[in-house]
């Protein structure tokens, strides 16, 4: 069981020491009994072959105007030896099956960006959540779990989030960021629209996300769950 990062892990929760003894064998488990991950390792073992993306939250100015964007935020901080640079990362993460989450991590001093990605990466883990997938399309109507099987909204501070079922070969038809996270969580075809203030990716992010919790707390009949063959999960 496990990969060289858990190898020497000692667990301190229980949920992790259960893990390590073969008593929860697998993340499906830890859901349904909707038990909190406190350490990562616990998701490197039950869900290993995890990707991540960054989402470029940085900007500097590009050399022929406008805004270059790029992965981690630098923000300056007037101390007494001087000005202190803080770095922020914000990655998605998933097994293209199933599971998803997103994670930010700030740090300071030599090798901040580094270990900001790190940190973002570990929380993205902590964050993962079941995917539920299916095919909600009237075009489509083939009862596979390449979209989702209905309409969702999500929030998060002034952003709002729509996602729609999109028929095979649509593609996603969202933004580049959005799109790493659904292709994190393994949808192949939706329609999405944002509405609210854009630019800011974090709650662009946490609002697509909160959709996705949303969408997990939907009461959904098994006659409807059989029709747009949905799945929740599936590692
Ligand atoms: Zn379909």
Redesign the pocket.
């Given at each position: 069981m496990g990969n060289e990062q858990t190898k020497d892990w000692v667990p301190q929760t229980k949920l992790g020491k259960d893990v390590v003894d073969g008593k929860v064998g697998s993340i499906e488990e830890i859901f349904k009994e909707g038990k909190k991950i406190m350490e990562p390792e616990i998701v490197d073992i039950l869900l290993p072959g995890l990707d991540h993306e960054l989402i470029l939250i940085g900007g500097s100015p590009g050399k022929g105007g406008g805004i270059r964007r790029t992965p981690a935020k630098r923000t300056a901080k007037m101390h007494k030896s001087g000005r202190k640079y803080k770095m922020t990362a914000f990655a998605v993460i998933g097994n293209k099956n199933g599971y998803a989450g997103f994670g930010k991590g700030q740090a300071t001093g030599s090798g901040a960006f580094r270990t900001a990605i790190q940190k973002s990466i570990k929380n993205s883990k902590l964050n993962i959540i079941p995917i539920r997938r299916g095919?909600g399309?009237w075009e489509?109507?083939?009862a596979?779990p390449?979209?989702i099987p209905m309409e969702i909204e999500g929030k998060s501070g002034s952003v709002r989030f729509k996602l729609k079922p999109a028929?095979?070969g649509a593609g996603l038809v969202v933004s580049d960021e959005v799109k790493k996270f659904l292709e994190l969580a393994g949808i192949k075809d939706c329609w999405g629209k944002t509405f609210g203030e854009t630019r800011t990716r974090v709650n662009l992010i946490k609002a697509v996300y909160n959709a996705f919790q949303n969408l997990n707390r939907i009461k959904m009949k098994e006659k409807f769950k059989e029709k747009t063959g949905t799945k929740i999960g599936e590692a």
């Amino acid at each position: 069981m496990g990969n060289e990062q858990t190898k020497d892990w000692v667990p301190q929760t229980k949920l992790g020491k259960d893990v390590v003894d073969g008593k929860v064998g697998s993340i499906e488990e830890i859901f349904k009994e909707g038990k909190k991950i406190m350490e990562p390792e616990i998701v490197d073992i039950l869900l290993p072959g995890l990707d991540h993306e960054l989402i470029l939250i940085g900007g500097s100015p590009g050399k022929g105007g406008g805004i270059r964007r790029t992965p981690a935020k630098r923000t300056a901080k007037m101390h007494k030896s001087g000005r202190k640079y803080k770095m922020t990362a914000f990655a998605v993460i998933g097994n293209k099956n199933g599971y998803a989450g997103f994670g930010k991590g700030q740090a300071t001093g030599s090798g901040a960006f580094r270990t900001a990605i790190q940190k973002s990466i570990k929380n993205s883990k902590l964050n993962i959540i079941p995917i539920r997938r299916g095919c909600g399309s009237w075009e489509c109507e083939c009862a596979s779990p390449h979209s989702i099987p209905m309409e969702i909204e999500g929030k998060s501070g002034s952003v709002r989030f729509k996602l729609k079922p999109a028929p095979r070969g649509a593609g996603l038809v969202v933004s580049d960021e959005v799109k790493k996270f659904l292709e994190l969580a393994g949808i192949k075809d939706c329609w999405g629209k944002t509405f609210g203030e854009t630019r800011t990716r974090v709650n662009l992010i946490k609002a697509v996300y909160n959709a996705f919790q949303n969408l997990n707390r939907i009461k959904m009949k098994e006659k409807f769950k059989e029709k747009t063959g949905t799945k929740i999960g599936e590692a």
